[in-house]
């Protein structure tokens, strides 16, 4: 298994661009996250997505962010207008849900590191 | 609102010692907790999970244990190599899969 895969590693753009960061869980999760890391706050969940539908985005910093999960095999985390504050890694992770089951071991992608100049 | 607290933010050991970190939470009502471990540079790597019915699990060299009524649990990691150096981090979930991270432990080990 590949593993969760992200694109690109790196970003490096200017404020006021947009950014869009990729990710391809694991074949066969149907749970998707995307979360934030940064030196001052740690890491934060942004969204996730069950079964391709959001299901919490209350750490959604703000409009300038959105998530989409057209098919169960494709994520896009987006910023428009991005801002220097945004630089930070932004991780993907997937897992699988079962259906009367608790907590379900999450698997993170390797990161994709947003710089904003 | 979940509060999980790392104690300490860094650690220095020689070679050879067993150590153990720690995680705090503020809210017990938690369907699990789990342990990864993070790479300079890179993506988290899930060490052990330890589900809400539990009080421990192993993996090798590290044992982590969980007290839900005194909201703690401990990493050790016995016989520690060069190898071992990473942050770890704890993390809770306290409901819809949602995971609180601490803040992290750097954990350098010294040959």
């Known amino acids: 298994d590949a593993g969760v895969i992200q694109s690109p590693r790196h970003e490096v753009t200017e404020m006021g661009q947009e950014v869009t960061l990729r990710c391809k869980p694991i074949?066969?999760?149907?749970?998707l996250f995307w979360y934030r890391q940064t030196m001052m706050r740690g890491l934060e969940l942004l969204i996730y997505f069950n079964n391709n539908v959001p299901i919490d985005d209350s750490g959604m910093p703000e409009d300038r962010f959105s998530a989409k999960m057209p098919n169960a095999s494709f994520s896009t985390l987006k910023i428009q207008p991005s801002e220097p504050r945004d630089s930070a890694v932004y991780f993907c992770?997937?897992?699988?849900?079962?259906?009367?089951?608790?907590?379900?071991?999450?698997?993170f992608g390797p990161g994709t590191r947003l710089t904003v100049t | 609102k979940q509060e999980v607290t790392q104690i300490p933010a860094a650690l220095s050991v020689p070679e050879g010692e067993n150590l153990v970190l720690n995680c705090s939470f503020t809210?017990?009502?938690?369907?699990?907790l789990q342990w990864f471990r993070q790479d300079p540079g890179k993506g988290l790597t899930s060490l052990l999970l330890?589900?809400?019915?539990?009080r421990e699990q192993t993996s090798g060299r590290l044992n982590a244990s969980l007290d839900k009524s005194s909201g703690r649990s401990t990493l050790y990691i016995a016989a520690s190599q060069p190898g071992d150096s990473a942050t770890y981090l704890c993390?809770?979930?306290?409901?819809?899969?949602?995971?609180?991270f601490g803040q992290g432990t750097r954990l350098t080990i010294n040959p």
């Open positions: 809210d017990s009502a938690i369907y699990n």
């Open positions: 074949s066969g999760h149907n749970s």
């Open positions: 992770a997937s897992s699988l849900a079962l259906v009367g089951q608790g907590h379900y071991e999450q698997y």
């Open positions: 330890i589900q809400s019915s539990q």
């Open positions: 993390a809770i979930v306290g409901g819809a899969q949602k995971l609180v």
